[in-house]
């Protein structure tokens, strides 16, 4: 399976896309993580990728799109993927069919994760990530048994800089100006399927994979 899932910031997608890609065993690549993973490893990528993270901005796609192309091409994205946060625009999701021409493969389904505005706000002002493992948390909905402490790993949790309330609705005007347009874009390609993304995250899980089955190989 050749999977992308799109929605807003806070729709949830990095929490389903940890169960999604265990279900159907496939690795899941998140962009936001990997860049991330290289702000807090102090890399060259990391350094010119964080302005742009924490005003809320898109990194450039030239930036993007190298460091897709290269993470594609490990074995163990061959069989199958699940793509989270990328394409995150119309250029990027055009580049990703190149990418994938030279493997001869295609998508085989964008999973679209519908939430509304307010909840997207309260899902992100809540929100708190392991330091050491990248588990993601809430501190009302998806609480850890101690205060600040990852019940998986025992990491400390941290909030992401861009959760902040300026930069979240900034985050959430660049996904109405530049992401939403790919709900259309896959929607005339027959390519997207829409779930309902409120309601607990095992609901939500639910309807993810009963959504996708029917694209698994
Ligand atoms: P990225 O990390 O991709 O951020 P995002 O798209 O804004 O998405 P989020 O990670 O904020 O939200 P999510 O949908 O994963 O929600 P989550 O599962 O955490 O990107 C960050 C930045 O990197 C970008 O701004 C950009 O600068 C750069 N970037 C990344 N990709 C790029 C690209 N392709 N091109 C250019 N730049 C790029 O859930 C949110 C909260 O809600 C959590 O606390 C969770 O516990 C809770 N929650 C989840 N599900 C539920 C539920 N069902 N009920 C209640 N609470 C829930
Ligand atoms: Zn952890």
Not at 16 to 28: D, L, R, S, V, Y
């Amino acid at each position: 399976m050749r999977l992308v899932l799109v929605g807003p910031p806070g729709a949830g997608k990095g929490t389903q896309a940890e169960f999604i890609a265990a279900h159907f065993a496939i690795p899941k690549i998140s962009t936001g993580d990997i860049f991330r993973a290289n702000v807090s490893g102090g890399t060259e990528l990391g350094r010119l990728a964080k302005k742009y993270m924490d005003a809320g901005d898109l990194v450039p796609d030239e930036v993007t799109n190298a460091m897709v192309n290269d993470r594609l091409k490990q074995d163990d994205a061959l069989a199958g993927f699940l793509l989270d946060g990328f394409p995150r625009n119309v250029a990027q999701a055009y580049e990703l069919d190149s990418m994938l021409a030279q493997t001869e493969s295609s998508l085989s389904v964008v999973l679209d994760l519908d939430v509304d505005h307010d909840e997207v706000v309260r899902r992100l002002s809540g929100r708190r990530t392991c330091k050491n493992c990248g588990h993601v948390w809430h501190v009302e909905y998806d609480k850890p048994k101690g205060e600040g402490v990852c019940d998986k790993c025992g990491g400390e949790l941290y909030q992401r800089d861009d959760d902040h309330a300026d930069t979240v609705r900034h985050r959430l005007e660049v996904y109405a100006a530049q992401t939403a347009p790919l709900i259309e874009f896959y929607g005339e390609r027959s390519q997207l399927v829409a779930i309902n993304a409120l309601g607990t995250v095992e609901d939500v899980t639910e309807r993810a994979i009963s959504a996708l089955t029917p694209f698994a190989d």
